[in-house]
C-alpha cells in the first residue's frame, strides 16, 4: 500500500484514509456533552493552590540566595572559590549563611553552579525549583 502525503491520490478524485486513521473523530459538540459516564473526577483545586503556595516560599528562598551572591562580592568569590575547591562543607556553610531554610542539592562544576530547591516535607513532594548559574 503507498501512503500520498495529499489527501487525494493522483490522478483520481477519491480521497485516501490513512491505515491508521479512525474513521470515527469526535467532534466538539460529541466531547461538550459528557455526562454522568465521565471518566475524570471533578476538578479539585486545593492541591494544585498548596503547590502554588509552596512553590511562591522556594521563590523567596531562591530570591535571598541570588540577592547574598548580588549584594556581596566577598560572599560571590568565597561561594565560588570554596566550590572550585570541592569544598563541600564551606559551600553548605555559605549557602546556609543567607538564610534558606528549604532543603537543596547542589552541583558545581568548572562552569557553574546548580542548585536544586525543593520544599519536600512529610505532607508532600510538590515543589522543585533548579537553579543554574555559570561562572
Partial sequence: MVFYPHPYAPYTAQPIQHPYQSAFRPTYLAIQQRGQDDPFPPVDIKRFNLSARRYQEIIKQ???FTRSIVASDQFARQLMEAAQASNKSEVDRLIR???????????????????????????????????????
Fill in 62 to 64: 531562591a530570591d535571598l
Fill in 97 to 135: 549563611s543567607t538564610g534558606i531554610t528549604v532543603s537543596y542539592q547542589l552541583l558545581y562544576t568548572p562552569d557553574g553552579l546548580r542548585i536544586d530547591f525543593a520544599n519536600n516535607d512529610s505532607q508532600s513532594n510538590c515543589c522543585h525549583l533548579r537553579m543554574v548559574l555559570g561562572w
